[in-house]
């Protein structure tokens, strides 16, 4: 007999799909699948948002039934944004129990509210006429301490509403803890924040401000999202604060381009870790795909399974109905 080399054969467990899926080490399940919807105020049909394929701005009525679908394809949670008729410089809609966000969330929570865990992003931008986070100082900068109590009070509201946990995705200084006092001030103490902790001024918004309507009017967001280039323990210190401030689980947005900081922060803290795939890739990939450039699915796949690997132990994703219903 002649010797048999190598003797190390990684290829032996990748031969069959059946070997290949019994060793798999990432694995992703419908559960940790949360889908971003969007409501506008005042539309009588669904709005096809034009650089996000598949992706509407729901009547209240589309968006009920949305909910319904993502809850029967076993989604774990969804997390709503809402357009208002009218917007104005503090954001009023924000806070206003009738505003489209509160209307909306109660919808959802009435319909699919013990089947999936219905989030409410607390910011101010969808809200606000100049499209900014927050409240503007007379000079246009965003006031970090005024906008705190916008926040305070939208939280509290969305909450009122319905809203099972609170997801502040503005990036002001203090936010968390402003939130969890208003949120306990009012007998929330039961509501979990999960908080946009370590969340980049990132291209990959691009369609989202389309969706959402929510553009600056002038200048960008670079004065309190965080530089891609920034300081190597930036997002580490972010989400060390947000937990230090109360937050519950902690985020990391975008996704795709930031799974080293994902990875760190998966390492260094105890509560789960969630990743947002923003609209832009999103936008990517069905862009790629609609050219025939891409394998559409495939590339879905391969992109949740690689944040997963990263560490993220929940995801935010325009395609969750999809790949749910798949998985299962
Ligand atoms: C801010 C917010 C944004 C997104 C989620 N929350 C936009 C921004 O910061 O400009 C983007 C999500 C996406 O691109 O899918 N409220």
């Known amino acids: 007999m002649t010797a048999q080399f190598p003797v190390a054969r990684p290829r032996r467990l990748r031969r069959t799909a059946p070997m290949r899926r019994m060793v798999a080490g990432t694995r992703l399940h419908p559960a940790e699948l949360v889908l971003p919807v969007f409501v506008k105020e005042g539309i009588a049909e669904p709005s096809p948002v034009g650089s996000m394929p598949g992706v509407f701005q729901h009547t209240r009525d589309s968006l009920r039934k949305a909910a319904n679908e993502a809850a029967e394809a076993g989604v774990g949670g969804l997390i709503v944004f809402g357009i208002p008729a009218v917007k104005d410089a503090r954001g009023s809609a924000a806070d206003d129990p009738q505003g489209i966000v509160q209307l909306a969330l109660a919808d959802v929570v009435s319909e699919v509210g013990d089947a999936l865990v219905v989030i409410a992003d607390t910011c101010l931008d969808e809200f606000t006429d100049h499209g900014h986070c927050g409240i503007l100082t007379p000079a246009g900068e965003v006031d970090n301490d005024v906008t705190l109590e916008r926040y305070a009070a939208s939280a509290v509201a969305q909450v009122r509403a319905g809203a099972q946990v609170v997801a502040p995705s503005g990036m002001m200084d203090g936010q968390v803890a402003a939130i969890r006092a208003a949120l306990d001030g009012e007998g929330f103490e039961q509501t979990p924040i999960l908080a946009y902790s370590a969340k980049y001024a990132s291209a990959f918004y691009g369609p989202f401000r389309e969706a959402a309507e929510c553009a600056p009017r002038s200048g960008d967001r670079n004065a309190y999202q965080q530089d891609p280039a920034g300081p190597a323990g930036e997002a580490l210190r972010e989400v060390r604060l947000d937990l230090s401030e109360g937050a519950d689980a902690v985020m990391i947005k975008p ?46 796949m391969e992109s949740l399974v690689a944040i997963r690997r990263a560490g993220a132990d929940l995801i935010l994703t325009y395609w969750a109905t999809e790949v749910a219903a798949k998985l299962r």
């Open 255 to 300: 996704a795709l381009a930031y799974l080293d900081i994902l990875r760190q922060v998966r390492d260094a803290v105890d509560v789960p870790v969630a990743a947002y795939q923003v609209s832009g890739e999103y936008a990517m990939v069905e862009a790629a795909a609609a050219n025939g450039w891409i394998d559409r699915d495939r590339a879905i």
